[in-house]
């Protein structure tokens, strides 16, 4: 089941880094691709919770968990912005990729056994 999730925050980190790259070059981001890169990282979102509530593993992937809901809450105030047409501060979704890659990088250490 973590895989699945490692699965769907790859996604969304893919769609993220197109996404920061629009942001940074101050040009308003296609919707389509914010839907999806919000899509795919709620679903890891929510098959974390799935697990850590379901399995007798030691090792529940709460930190991940916590991690990831940072990333989402401030992911949500960029998605506001965005779609009040009013512009997206870069800092902020860096801030945001930063989290959220963080956050990758800690579920794979996890998952991958380092």
């Not at 296609?30 to 679903?43: C, E, N, Q, R, Y």
């Not at 098959?47 to 930190?63: E, G, V």
């Not at 992911?75 to 989290?99: E, M, S």
């Amino acid at each position: 089941m973590v895989v699945a999730a490692v699965i769907s925050f790859t996604l969304a980190v893919l769609l993220g880094a197109y996404l920061l790259i629009y942001v940074l070059q101050k040009k308003h981001p296609p919707k389509a691709i914010v839907f999806a890169h919000g899509t795919f990282a709620v679903l890891g979102i929510l098959i974390l919770l799935i697990y850590a509530l379901t399995t007798k593993s030691h090792h529940k992937h709460w930190d991940s968990f916590t991690i990831f809901s940072i990333a989402a809450v401030v992911g949500l105030y960029l998605f506001f912005r965005d779609i009040r047409h009013k512009n997206v501060p870069k800092w902020v979704a860096v801030v945001h990729a930063g989290i959220a890659l963080f956050g990758f990088v800690w579920i794979l250490i996890h998952v991958l056994g380092f």
